[in-house]
């Protein structure tokens, strides 16, 4: 072995701080050292990412129809026990029942068409230039309609324009507007007015500007307008039977002016079945119409 001259370190031999240590390229690797001190592999592949949340599940999908469906098949059940007098047998016989839904079905979507036709587009105006010096008073007229009770409205209505299905129509689309004309007129307030102002830099029209980007930013609020627009159509319209309008009021007013419980508890079970299968395919569509780029997580 040679001897290093004097003044030199042999080959290997390092100082630091007056400390010498050979360096005899013994350290373990680099995947060693991150087995050994437990520090994650950089060259491991990242986990996969996570995929798209599913809007509806099928708790979603089965559980209140089920329940639904049981509480009509115990009132079935009921019925096939009771006994029912001529007055009760007249009431329900000759498609009474089957003809008082099918109208409260009518009512309902009828008027939630025109309450859609009405406050969406009176909404969208409203925001616009100009006419946003016109809200409140909308609002407050809006406000009047479904403050007042909806069976004197009715029956306002019916001194003015008669009985039948025409008064109950406009009786229950008044009192409905007010959730979606406020809904609509909050959501398109709500947009941050910098996206807006990026929108039209970019060269976009104002209703491009308005049908591609404060429309659908808005559609949440719009449609829980719309949800409970439903609901409260369908409760409203048992109160057309006061003016000749027909639907299940016939059955629950039957019933509670002759005393005759079998026909009240029919008429009550299916006005609050249809209200709550009402609420549940809105919530549906509300899931399903929601923009993706808004759902939390997405």
């Not at 701080?17 to 050292?33: I, T, Y």
């Not at 007129?185 to 491009?208: C, F, Q, W, Y």
């Not at 949800?227 to 409203?236: D, E, H």
């Amino acid at each position: 072995m040679r001897t290093p001259p004097p003044g030199r370190r042999p080959e290997g031999e390092h100082e630091v701080k007056g400390l010498a240590f050979r360096d005899d390229g013994a350290f373990p690797d680099d995947e060693a050292l991150s087995e050994d001190a437990g520090l994650p592999d950089e060259r491991e592949a990242p986990p996969p990412p996570a995929g798209p949340r599913r809007r509806i599940t099928w708790q979603k999908l089965t559980v209140l129809p089920a329940v639904l469906a049981a509480v009509l098949l115990a009132t079935w059940l009921w019925f096939q026990q009771a006994t029912l007098d001529p007055i009760s047998s007249n009431a329900l016989s000759n498609g009474q029942v089957s003809k008082a839904l099918w109208q409260q079905i009518e009512l309902t979507v009828i008027s939630t068409f025109f309450v859609l036709v009405i406050a969406i587009p009176l909404g969208v105006l409203l925001t616009r230039g100009m006419f946003r010096k016109a809200a409140p008073v909308a609002m407050a007229l809006a406000n009047m309609g479904q403050a007042t009770p909806a069976i004197g409205l009715l029956a306002l209505l019916v001194i003015w324009l008669g009985t039948g299905q025409k008064a109950a129509l406009i009786g229950i689309t008044v009192y409905a507007i007010l959730p979606v004309l406020s809904n609509t007129i909050a959501g398109l307030k709500a947009n941050d007015p910098t996206l807006l102002e990026a929108a039209r830099g970019i060269g976009m029209s104002p209703m491009g500007v308005l049908t591609r980007i404060e429309l659908p930013l808005a559609v949440p609020l719009i449609l829980a307008g719309v949800r409970t627009a439903l609901v409260l159509n369908v409760g409203t319209a048992t109160l057309a039977t006061f003016g000749g309008g027909g639907g299940l009021g016939v059955l629950i007013t039957t019933g509670i002016t002759n005393q005759r419980m079998p026909v009240l508890v029919l008429g009550s079970v299916l006005t609050v079945t249809l209200a709550l299968l009402v609420d549940w395919l809105a919530s549906l569509a509300e899931l399903l119409l929601r923009p993706r780029g808004l759902e939390a997580g997405s």
